[in-house]
């Protein structure tokens, strides 16, 4: 059976600020406010797929102390650029 996209969106903006990690509260909760309702399908399904990483490896990735598997470059990328400085530290 095929979610509804409101219900996708809203499932994912939950699943964005409920993280293992504060540090991953802040960024993909503000990602998933200001970018989801904006992500066609393919992104939706990309952004999905990252959620299921673990926090430690999400942070190492978008604070850049560790190199993206290619799978997950172009939605952390994304992530990236709408990060403030002060949220790169």
């Known amino acids: 059976m095929d979610?509804?996209?409101?219900?996708?969106?809203?499932?994912l903006a939950m699943r964005s600020m409920r993280r293992?990690?504060?540090e991953?509260?802040?960024i993909l909760?503000?990602?998933?406010?200001?970018e989801?309702?904006?992500l066609p399908p393919a992104e939706l399904d990309a952004y999905e797929m990252l959620l299921s990483e673990n926090d430690h490896d999400l942070y190492a990735w978008v604070s850049g102390a560790a190199p993206v598997p290619g799978e997950h470059a172009a939605i952390i990328s994304r992530i990236q650029a709408g990060l403030t400085p002060n949220q790169m530290k």
Request: net charge neutral; glycine share 8%.
């Open 24 to 26: 991953m509260d802040v």
């Open 36 to 38: 989801l309702p904006s």
């Open 20 to 22: 293992g990690i504060k």
């Open 29 to 34: 909760s503000g990602f998933a406010d200001a």
């Open 3 to 11: 979610e509804p996209h409101d219900v996708r969106l809203k499932r």
